[in-house]
């Protein structure tokens, strides 16, 4: 026990022997001192105190930077270090609506966001919480969850970033699907109300309780989202079937036994195509750094497989042009397990941080902190989650395809939206409760309906700005300042 200080700590109680003496305990790091944890008691009175110094009704506020780049030159900025081939595509995409442009733009949003008032509080954030990056993947057991599943942007930084992007998000969805505007604002109001009460229900639970709290199988009750169930069955019979054998089927073919045998992946451009071999070896290699990274007692799972083939394929729409690849590992039997090895950049949130007076965090492997944060948010991880490094860059590795099921928020009827901010905004609050007290939040949104009024007008003021932006943006196009492919 060399490793465990051993110095008394203020408030701490003597420990009875079986003899009837007493010894004291020794302090032991990455616990709290019985002191501190004490001292946290008053965490909730703590959290109130804060609407002094930042009233909630001041969460409407939308105060941008004074440097603000038109939409234009923000997707340019954005699109550095990306393929440069590809980026026609992720403009394209960011075309295709406002709410596809908010999707693109989680950097803007924070140069936004962070002349926006804060309480200071720090929580690990996805840093791009829109409402369609909440979805359904297996776990270890082949069980589905549902919860925050895009992690690129994760950081520490203000919770409410992430409460308003997602509020936000609402919006522009049940515009683009043809709601009213009193159905959108009420979407918004909903998110940030059922945020606020799974907030206070996580404060009043023992610490283990509030970790675990809100089964997916309870969601729907806790969240009164019973409009959305035939929509989650149908998206959860479609992701059961979204596997890497059923992703494997379509994409490769089989090799001639003449030329070794197995299976490789088939071109299908411009989102799937083979890549030359030096380029496949490097990514080849680099699993053998991940292994490093995974959990130890998955190993001898990965070990009964081998490497057949790497593919480069196109995702998403804000990580369009970024390098990512599918690899094809196949077992004794040749049933096949892709592994997604995806680049990690830098947060796009990260340049934002001091402006709203958080310490922005010392340079580490990209993928590390895209794996931790993502491990930090969700109740569930994938087994397989770690990272690596590809020629010099950083990666994360996930596996593709994973069970994977979403609901598209801007198909979703007009009766539905509520229900579906109600869902996602509990999703967000367990979520941020990982990493920050939810007694201090809790404590800050409190029991009236203030906050949830005040971040629905944000979300409506914001969406209006982005769907300016989109705009801005298509004209841009138009007049052949940036290029953009569309229908990819």
């Known amino acids: 026990m060399d490793d465990i200080t051993t110095a008394a700590v203020p408030g701490q109680r003597d420990h009875t022997t079986a003899d009837g003496g007493t010894a004291r305990l020794p302090y032991v790091p990455g616990f709290l001192p019985r002191a501190a944890a004490e001292a946290t008691a008053d965490a909730k009175q703590r959290g109130k105190r804060l609407r002094d110094d930042v009233p909630r009704a001041k969460q409407a506020a939308l105060i941008p930077l004074p440097d603000r780049p038109d939409a234009a030159r923000a997707v340019e900025e954005s699109n550095q270090g990306r393929v440069p081939e590809l980026t026609p595509i992720r403009v394209g995409r960011m075309a295709a609506s406002p709410f596809a442009f908010l999707r693109g733009s989680a950097g803007l949003m924070a140069h936004d966001l962070a002349g926006s008032p804060v309480t200071g509080i720090a929580a690990q954030l996805c840093g791009d919480a829109h409402a369609a990056n909440f979805g359904l993947y297996g776990d270890a057991r082949g069980r589905l969850v549902i919860d925050l599943n895009d992690f690129d942007e994760t950081v520490v930084g203000p919770w409410e970033w992430d409460l308003k992007r997602l509020a936000t998000s609402l919006v522009l969805a049940g515009r683009e699907a043809g709601a009213d505007e009193d159905t959108c604002r009420a979407a918004a109001f909903d998110t940030v109300g059922a945020y606020r009460r799974t907030m206070r229900l996580l404060a009043r639970l023992p610490a283990l309780d509030a970790w675990n709290a809100i089964a997916d199988e ?96 196109v995702v998403g729409t804000g990580s369009v042009g970024t390098r990512s690849y599918v690899v094809l590992l196949l077992d004794h039997r040749g049933e096949p397990l892709v592994l997604q ?148």
């Not at 009236?448 to 989109?470: I, K, Q, S």
Request: proline share 5%.
């Open 341 to 488: 090895v995806k680049e990690a950049r830098p947060s796009a949130l990260l340049p934002y941080l001091p402006a709203a007076g958080f310490t922005t965090p010392a340079a580490g492997h990209e993928g590390r902190r895209v794996v931790l944060g993502q491990k930090r948010m969700q109740v569930v991880s994938d087994i397989l989650l770690g990272w690596t490094t590809v020629e010099g860059r950083p990666f994360q590795v996930r596996q593709f395809r994973n069970r994977k099921g979403s609901v598209d928020p801007a198909a979703l009827t007009a009766d539905q939206f509520d229900d579906y901010g109600r869902m996602t905004g509990a999703l967000l609050a367990r979520a941020h409760a990982h990493s920050a007290d939810p007694r201090l939040i809790a404590g800050y949104c409190g029991k009236n309906e203030e906050l949830d009024e005040a971040v629905a007008a944000f979300a409506v003021a914001y969406a209006d700005r982005t769907t300016a932006d989109h705009a801005d943006l298509l004209s841009a196009i138009r007049s052949g300042r940036i290029a953009a492919e569309h229908g990819v």
């Open 218 to 313: 309870e969601l729907v009750s806790h969240t009164d989202a019973r409009d959305l169930i035939g929509t989650l069955e149908r998206v959860s019979a479609k992701a059961r079937n979204n596997t890497s054998a059923r992703f494997a089927a379509r994409s490769t073919e089989a090799i001639p036994e003449t030329d070794g045998g197995g299976r490789r992946f088939v071109d299908a451009p411009p989102v799937l195509r083979r890549v030359p071999d030096a380029e496949a070896a490097a990514v080849a290699a680099s699993l053998g750094p991940y292994l490093a990274t995974v959990s130890e007692d998955r190993l001898p799972l990965l070990a009964r497989y081998a490497v057949h083939d790497v593919a480069f394929r």
